[in-house]
């Protein structure tokens, strides 16, 4: 007889209806057995208890508009920053002690261990408040913060500890680096404002230094150089006339004048009539003027220290009033000359003076403007400074009202009265898939271990001829009875394991809700 091929050994639905129906106590004493077993480790596992409370974002009170912030507000940077704060070991380590928190993990594994423990029972989570008008899609706005242990007591405690922990941070941390804001810019005030001295300092040596050479001073010096030129006309003048005087009261007192007198005074002459043509053609500084100037005023010195004729100087009883008044003229003349020496020598030194400061101008007043420049990039910085300490302030001042941005506490931490573990929904669910998976595991080995062929099924998928005909089996009337009973009881007992079933299954759901 051929064997029988895999595929013909496939079990097919009706064959797994056909085993569930001839093992139905196999697969419903095992499933039964199965979910009370898991059900009971309700009572057989320690309870766990979370606590939880919500904190809200809360934006800044004032508009910025009005106090610009000194911290930048970053949820995602805030709550990773803070959670590394409250989670930090000295922290966890007082609430260990604080509250005799794992002393059997304290005594087998120590305190490290004791706060490991600590921190994977705390859940610090960002939560997005979809209902919240104006919310971006995809930010959150609270932060929920959760503690789970045995006691619901000590959960709601130590929750209620690690969120006022988590707000005291944030308003903390928030005002130091405001205040850490506020002393920078204060620094940096400081530096600008001895930098700003500094500026003006150079400024006001440099025209000091300069003084006649800054760029305002240009017009008041070349006005200066007008009235200069002026006073210079009109000393050489008066100096010239004077002269023109002194040497003809010389000629009036010497009745002979010698002829190296006379041929002095006709170079004079000569040259006073020569400067005077060109004085009317060049200014002062133009050199031959200059130069004939000089002759001129050798020329007369000589002539002043010519003698005076004997004859004027030895005969005073034939003076007349003329030569006593041209003689006294001449002696005052001779006395005033050296004055208008030192004042034509002295303004035109002043007009040398202020003649190169216009001409040296330029210089000065883009070396000034450079100072200048730098002058008020430093008064530009000080008050850009002074503007941002003065925000800076503001914005630390209500930090400290804690008007500025920070975590408010919408939901205090609850007292848990349902333990999140063992949760009855999963216990519910595991213990119908260990009693499904039970149940069709028994059945599986009970059919592996029997020994006979089960209906004509059997037969045909194992390769035998099919049956043309079989006897009915012959029972009698009360072997027919204790049938009807057996069947009886087996949908009562049947309907009993669906009804605690289910019964039980609702019970944990409820519960567990």
């Known amino acids: 007889m051929p064997a029988p091929s895999r595929s013909q050994t496939r079990p097919a639905w009706p064959q797994i209806q056909a085993l569930l129906l001839r093992r139905r106590w196999w697969f419903l004493l095992p499933l039964l057995l199965g979910w009370m077993a898991v059900v009971s480790l309700r009572w057989l596992l320690p309870p766990e208890y979370q606590s939880q409370a919500l904190l809200?974002?809360?934006?800044?009170?004032?508009?910025?508009?009005?106090?610009?912030?000194?911290?930048?507000?970053?949820?995602?940077?805030?709550?990773?920053?803070?959670?590394?704060?409250?989670?930090?070991?000295?922290?966890?380590?007082?609430?260990?002690?604080?509250?005799?928190?794992?002393?059997?993990?304290?005594?087998?594994?120590?305190?490290?261990?004791?706060?490991?423990?600590?921190?994977?029972?705390?859940?610090?989570?960002?939560?997005?408040?979809?209902?919240?008008?104006?919310?971006?899609?995809?930010?959150?706005?609270?932060?929920?913060?959760?503690?789970?242990?045995?006691?619901?007591?000590?959960?709601?405690?130590?929750?209620?500890?690690?969120?006022?922990?988590?707000?005291?941070?944030?308003?903390?941390?928030?005002?130091?680096?405001?205040?850490?804001?506020?002393?920078?810019?204060?620094?940096?005030?400081?530096?600008?404002?001895?930098?700003?001295?500094?500026?003006?300092?150079?400024?006001?040596a440099y025209e000091r230094s300069h003084l006649g050479l800054l760029p305002g001073q240009g017009q008041s010096n070349l006005a200066m150089v007008m009235n200069l030129q002026a006073s210079l006309d009109q000393s050489l003048q008066g100096r010239n006339r004077l002269q023109q005087e002194i040497a003809a009261d010389r000629a009036l007192l010497q009745q002979a004048p010698s002829p190296e007198t006379a041929r002095l005074q006709q170079q004079l002459a000569a040259l006073q009539a020569k400067a005077r043509d060109l004085s009317t053609r060049y200014t002062d500084r133009y050199p031959d003027l200059q130069q004939l100037r000089q002759q001129i005023a050798d020329l007369q010195a000589q002539l002043s220290r010519a003698p005076v004729p004997a004859v004027a100087a030895a005969a005073p009883a034939e003076t007349t009033p003329e030569l006593t008044q041209a003689r006294s003229q001449l002696q005052a003349d001779q006395a005033q000359l050296p004055k208008l020496e030192a004042q034509v020598s002295s303004l035109q030194r002043q007009l040398d003076q202020y003649q190169r400061r216009l001409t040296l101008a330029p210089l000065p007043a883009s070396q000034l403007a450079a100072l200048e420049s730098e002058q008020q990039q430093a008064q530009s910085a000080y008050q850009s400074l002074a503007a941002k300490l003065d925000a800076s302030q503001m914005a630390s001042q209500l930090e400290q009202q804690q008007g500025g941005a920070q975590f408010r506490l919408v939901n205090s931490p609850d007292l848990p009265k349902q333990p999140i573990w063992p949760s009855p929904v999963a216990l519910s669910l595991i213990g119908v898939g260990v009693g499904l998976v039970l149940g069709f595991g028994v059945c599986a080995l009970a059919e592996l271990g029997r020994d006979c062929i089960q209906g004509e099924a059997e037969l045909t998928l194992l390769g035998f001829t099919p049956v043309l005909a079989f006897v009915p089996p012959l029972r009698g009337r009360g072997e027919l009875r204790r049938r009807r009973w057996q069947h009886l009881f087996e949908w009562v007992a049947a309907s009993a394991v669906a009804l605690i079933l289910a019964a039980g299954n609702a019970w944990l759901w409820r519960i567990g809700r």
Do not use: C
């Not at 490290?112 to 995809?138: F, H, W, Y």
């Not at 922990?165 to 405001?178: G, K, P, V």
């Open 56 to 204: 809200l974002i809360e934006h800044q009170s004032v508009p910025q508009t009005l106090v610009q912030p000194n911290v930048t507000f970053n949820p995602s940077e805030l709550l990773q920053s803070m959670g590394q704060e409250v989670l930090s070991h000295d922290r966890l380590a007082q609430l260990v002690r604080q509250h005799q928190l794992y002393p059997s993990i304290q005594r087998r594994q120590g305190m490290e261990a004791a706060i490991t423990r600590l921190r994977s029972r705390i859940a610090i989570q960002p939560v997005s408040l979809d209902s919240l008008p104006l919310m971006p899609p995809g930010e959150w706005s609270a932060v929920g913060i959760a503690f789970t242990d045995s006691s619901a007591e000590r959960a709601q405690q130590i929750d209620g500890e690690l969120t006022t922990l988590f707000i005291q941070e944030n308003l903390r941390a928030t005002q130091q680096a405001s205040a850490q804001t506020t002393t920078f810019l204060q620094q940096q005030l400081q530096q600008a404002q001895s930098d700003l001295e500094q500026a003006q300092q150079k400024v006001q």
